[in-house]
């Protein structure tokens, strides 16, 4: 029998996601999440992490802010739905810390892994979907919007973030798969529900 899967899907803003993720859920019958803002107490977190007029929040609060966040969603949410025998479907996980507190914020690799893995009791996604879109297009939408406190960040922020992403799938090609975003919706619920099942059977 399969054992449940643990599935994130990373991207920058505006990627699609979240569709895919509340999609690939219902086609599994599995549990849909988020991180940051998946659990009561981490909504309180997300809150004072994406107002923009907390302009003082420090790379380091930040990074424990968001390991907070995702101590408590494992804790609370994925890890109770895996032992049920759920298949859970993230909405960003460690990886995003990795890619925009260490290669956006440039802060220390090693440590946001070292403390995220204690924060995360060492529960790693089985598998990223990452969906790709161009910096261009990204920056173009979010024009049209009210910004929160990430999405102010520069271009160059978000290229290394972009960055940090790609070098995290190829250095584990097993747990990574990395999706053009640009087709139409259906098309890439398609060829994600394709992928899922290659690489995971399920
Ligand atoms: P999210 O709700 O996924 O935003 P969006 O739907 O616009 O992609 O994430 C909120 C913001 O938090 C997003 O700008 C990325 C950032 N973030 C981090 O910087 N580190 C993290 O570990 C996570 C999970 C998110």
Same mark, same amino acid.
């Given at each position: 029998m #399969?054992? @449940?899967?643990?599935?994130?899907?990373e991207?920058?803003?505006?990627?699609?996601?979240s569709?895919h993720?509340?999609?690939? /859920?219902?086609a599994? #019958? &599995? $549990? /849909?999440t988020?991180? %940051? &803002? &998946?659990?009561e107490?981490?909504a309180?977190?997300?809150?004072?992490?994406? =107002?923009a007029k907390n302009?003082s929040?420090s790379p380091? !609060?930040?990074?424990?802010?968001?390991?907070?966040d995702?101590?408590?969603?494992i804790?609370?949410? +994925?890890l109770?739905?895996i032992?049920?025998g759920r *298949? +859970?479907v @993230?909405?960003? !996980?460690v990886y @995003?810390s990795?890619?925009y507190?260490?290669?956006?914020?440039?802060? =220390? $690799?090693?440590s946001l892994?070292h403390?995220n893995?204690? /924060?995360i009791?060492?529960?790693?996604? =089985? $598998?990223v +979907?990452?969906i790709?879109v %161009?910096?261009d297009?990204l920056?173009?939408?979010l024009?049209?919007?009210?910004?929160?406190?990430?999405?102010?960040?520069d271009r160059s922020?978000?290229?290394?973030v972009?960055?940090g992403f *790609?070098e995290?799938a190829?250095q584990e090609p =097993?747990r990574?798969?990395?999706i053009d975003?640009? %087709? %139409?919706?259906?098309e890439?619920?398609?060829?994600i529900r394709r992928?899922? /099942?290659?690489r995971? @059977?399920?």
């Amino acid at each position: 029998m #399969n054992r @449940s899967k643990y599935i994130a899907f990373e991207g920058l803003e505006g990627c699609g996601k979240s569709t895919h993720v509340t999609r690939l /859920a219902t086609a599994l #019958n &599995g $549990l /849909a999440t988020r991180e %940051p &803002g &998946g659990t009561e107490i981490g909504a309180a977190l997300r809150a004072t992490m994406l =107002d923009a007029k907390n302009t003082s929040l420090s790379p380091r !609060s930040e990074a424990l802010m968001m390991a907070a966040d995702r101590a408590q969603h494992i804790q609370q949410v +994925v890890l109770p739905a895996i032992e049920s025998g759920r *298949h +859970v479907v @993230s909405d960003r !996980s460690v990886y @995003s810390s990795l890619a925009y507190q260490g290669y956006g914020r440039e802060l =220390d $690799l090693e440590s946001l892994r070292h403390f995220n893995s204690w /924060a995360i009791q060492d529960v790693w996604p =089985d $598998l990223v +979907v990452f969906i790709d879109v %161009p910096l261009d297009a990204l920056l173009e939408r979010l024009k049209k919007r009210e910004l929160d406190r990430f999405e102010r960040e520069d271009r160059s922020f978000f290229e290394r973030v972009l960055r940090g992403f *790609h070098e995290m799938a190829r250095q584990e090609p =097993d747990r990574w798969v990395i999706i053009d975003g640009s %087709p %139409p919706k259906d098309e890439l619920e398609v060829t994600i529900r394709r992928l899922i /099942a290659e690489r995971l @059977s399920i």
